[in-house]
């Protein structure tokens, strides 16, 4: 079992940039592929991309790949998800999720989630 908690958002305008982070509560963190997802007011929640646990394989969403990097550290327990270039559409709560095998589907089921971090970009 393993506790996630994300990090690092806030208000940016359009054009800038973020660099959120998933803190693992556990070394099991490492074993673990990480998920990040986003929801924004009234719609569904969205797959933004994924990460194998020994960061090898990274699957983006095709809405925000060649804009956001994920990478991870696992000797931190932690993964990062370099957000560049925003747009007011990227306005969302963001979570990260850990699940045990990696997956690029975005209708894999994750077995953790953190509580999310409020993104705002404004335009």
């Known amino acids: 079992q393993v506790q996630l908690a994300e990090s690092g958002g806030g208000l940016v305008q359009a054009g800038g940039s973020l660099r959120l982070s998933c803190a693992g509560s556990?070394?099991?963190?490492?074993?673990?592929?990480i998920g990040w997802f986003r929801q924004a007011p009234g719609k569904e929640r969205e797959f933004v991309g994924t990460i194998s646990w020994g960061g090898s394989r990274i699957y983006y969403a095709a809405s925000v790949k060649g804009r956001f990097t994920i990478s991870r550290d696992n000797g931190l327990n932690t993964v990062h998800l370099q957000m560049n270039s925003l747009k007011a559409e990227d306005t969302a709560v963001y979570y990260c999720?850990?699940?045990?095998?990696?997956?690029?589907?975005?209708?894999?089921?994750?077995?953790?989630w953190g509580q999310g971090t409020q993104v705002t970009v404004s335009s």
């Open positions: 999720a850990a699940r045990a095998a990696f997956s690029d589907s975005a209708l894999s089921e994750y077995d953790y």
């Open positions: 556990t070394r099991t963190f490492r074993n673990y592929a």
